[in-house]
């Protein structure tokens, strides 16, 4: 019968052709979320929405690349005391910040080359320094994810504000809708996000690279070369620079090294070769990446230009300043802001492609609720997608969308992940039999490096809001060693039980709760006769309130022409009809009560409780039912006791044959 219904497992054509009529049976009432998401993928098809390097870029690398605006801005913005003088500070802090994202890079390489299936910290760390360090990398990685979000699309939206100030009042709007269109088009796969925000990607690289360019070449031939578009003025002097002041430059220009990481945490979505594909990507992330930084310093530097307050009108950003200057308020100027707002605000597709990655894999350990473990309709994780859109909305929304006010909140998770990172491949490579020493150094420079950086940023950051990153960290903590230890218990308590003991299998007690004798109640009643020769059927009288009695003696009457009779003259027991008062109109009170006497009376015996129940396909359907059935299941399953079993016997409207 079975190898008559189902092909057989080597059978490939017959198993493609089941799969799809099956897939054609499941999308038919699913119209419009086809149209959304798209059709539902089959896991064969996995290998299909791998990535290779040029979709990869965009994929993985928006955060980095769009780093680059609000990285500078935010090290401007602290200089902002200094005037003039301030921009004389600004390259030597990037040429620190570039060196340590050289340091980063020759790192990662190698952490990808030990590593090519899962290269993220939290991989590294467990491995390598144990269940805390793992925990602390994982928590800080999913708290500097969720931080990207809220910080790259404020960024993109202060760039749309630079470009049409009318839009100012509206800054969290835009933030919250930009959040949803990024969730909607991850929810289709990252390999169709990964081609969707390909044009906007490579068109800011062009036209930014371009830009540098065009000013540099100007530096050289003019010397001096005046802006076509003066930026804004700068303010006079209030400070004089100092080691302090220095040191939360670098703090917030680190910002734009946040998205360094999402390569090796993301390794496993790379297609065939894996790692000449991460190799490439990871490169061209770094390296377009350290000439946009350099190069916004420079140029920022000769033509004067300082950061401005965007919680004020007439706003701009640093890179608005910066094409105004070097070629003016032209159509090339609303083509590169238009890619500015696009790659900044498609920032966050970083996040969504290694925020449900790393909750898959915490997950699979048991540190996180199953369902971020599993694979949607799009073989995305979807549970993870959702959670972050959630969580980074909510963080817009408490910050009003502002960049300034996210930014000291920003980069401490990525820094931490950074180090442990290192720090991990510094005893992975100490563990190996004849330790290469060029490895084990550049990881021990890289987490010497991040270290310090991550010691220099909580220090000049933690007043302004730091504080509540490293508060966050160890609540993430404790959540998921709470969720680990709920699996474990769970996993004791249902261990394997051994081999069968088949000494206590007599039939159980079983309760059909009917309404009326229908055919709903017959088929219940049908079932419950194959189960046990003790059956007993429990009517609820008074159950519609007062005035609404139930006529007793027809049901009665109805019972006996209807079930007893039929029933006795198969030679089978009756089953018998007991009618229960429900003086406060709820089923599960003297159903519960009922099952307690009858476990006093033979506590050998188990019971069995049948819920005959309507299947309601259609919405309107759900609301002209009162969902007795589903309340009552619940109930029972919560106070039934570990001896009762309850089962659910469906009738589903207009598709049952009378039988």
């Not at 009326?516 to 049908?526: F, T």
């Amino acid at each position: 019968m079975f190898a008559s219904r189902f092909p057989a497992a080597g059978n490939a054509n017959g198993l493609r052709k089941f799969e799809a009529s099956h897939l054609a049976e499941l999308e038919r009432d699913l119209d419009l979320r086809t149209v959304l998401f798209g059709r539902r993928l089959a896991n064969r098809e996995h290998e299909d929405k791998r990535l290779g390097w040029i979709e990869a870029v965009p994929a993985m690398g928006l955060d980095g690349l769009g780093s680059s605006s609000y990285g500078p801005e935010a090290a401007l913005t602290v200089l902002i005391p200094l005037g003039a003088k301030g921009l004389i500070y600004l390259g030597p802090v990037m040429c620190c910040i570039i060196a340590l994202l050289v340091i980063l890079y020759f790192s990662y390489r190698q952490t990808l080359a030990a590593y090519p299936t899962s290269g993220g910290a939290y991989a590294v760390a467990k491995e390598n320094l144990g269940e805390y360090p793992s925990l602390l990398a994982a928590a800080a990685l999913m708290i500097d994810y969720v931080l990207n979000v809220a910080v790259g699309v404020s960024a993109g939206v202060g760039a749309l504000v630079s470009a049409i100030p009318s839009l100012h009042p509206y800054i969290l709007p835009l933030c919250l809708g930009i959040v949803a269109i990024v969730m909607m088009a991850n929810l289709r796969g990252t390999s169709e996000a990964g081609w969707l925000f390909a044009l906007p990607a490579y068109l800011f690289i062009a036209c930014f690279l371009g830009v540098i360019g065009h000013g540099l070449i100007r530096i050289v031939f003019e010397g001096n070369p005046a802006p076509v578009v003066s930026p804004s003025s700068l303010a006079p002097p209030m400070a004089t620079a100092g080691i302090w002041l220095l040191m939360h430059a670098f703090a917030s220009g680190c910002t734009a090294m946040t998205g360094v990481e999402a390569v090796s945490n993301g390794v496993g979505s790379f297609k065939e070769p894996v790692i000449r594909n991460a190799y490439v990507t990871l490169t061209i992330i770094v390296v377009v990446l350290g000439l946009l930084l350099g190069g916004i310093a420079l140029i920022a530097t000769s033509f004067d230009i300082g950061a401005m307050d965007q919680t004020k009108g007439g706003y701009q950003s640093v890179l608005s300043q910066l094409i105004g200057a070097v070629v003016g308020y032209n159509a090339f100027y609303y083509i590169a802001m238009s890619s500015l707002l696009c790659i900044l605000c498609l920032s966050a597709n970083t996040s969504f492609v290694g925020f449900p990655r790393i909750c898959r894999v915490v997950a699979a350990d048991g540190y996180l609720p199953k369902a971020f473990a599993q694979p949607g309709r799009r073989l995305v994780f979807t549970a993870g997608i959702l959670f972050l859109s959630a969580v980074a909305a909510l963080l817009l929304v408490g910050f009003g969308g502002i960049t300034e006010r996210l930014i000291p909140l920003f980069a401490i998770g990525a820094f931490l992940t950074f180090t442990i990172s290192q720090v991990g491949m510094v005893a992975h490579w100490r563990r190996q039999a004849g330790p290469p020493r060029a490895k084990l150094a550049m990881n021990a420079i890289g987490a010497a490096a991040t270290g310090a950086a991550l010691m220099v940023i909580l220090a000049a950051k933690f007043a302004e809001g730091a504080w509540i990153t490293l508060i966050a960290v160890p609540l993430t903590i404790g959540v998921l060693k709470t969720i680990k230890k709920y699996y474990v218990s769970l996993e004791d308590e249902l261990r394997k039980p051994g081999p069968i003991v088949i000494e206590d299998v007599e039939p159980p007690t079983v309760l059909v709760v009917t309404e009326e004798w229908n055919r709903l109640s017959e088929r219940a009643m049908k079932f419950a006769l194959t189960l046990s020769p003790d059956v007993v059927a429990v009517h609820l009288i008074r159950l519609g309130g007062p005035g609404m009695d139930d006529t007793d003696q027809a049901l009665r009457e109805t019972w006996r022409r209807e079930v007893e009779e039929p029933v006795a003259a198969q030679g089978l027991k009756p089953p018998r009809l007991m009618l229960i008062p429900a003086p406060y109109r709820k089923l599960h009170e003297p159903l519960l009560k009922l099952i307690e006497k009858l476990d006093a009376e033979a506590p050998e015996r188990k019971v069995a409780v049948l819920i005959p129940e309507t299947v309601k396909d259609k919405w309107w359907q759900r609301v002209l039912h009162m969902n007795r059935a589903g309340k009552l299941r619940a109930k029972l399953l919560k106070f039934g006791g570990p001896r009762l079993t309850v089962a659910t016997v469906p009738w589903r409207l207009a598709q049952e044959k009378p039988v």
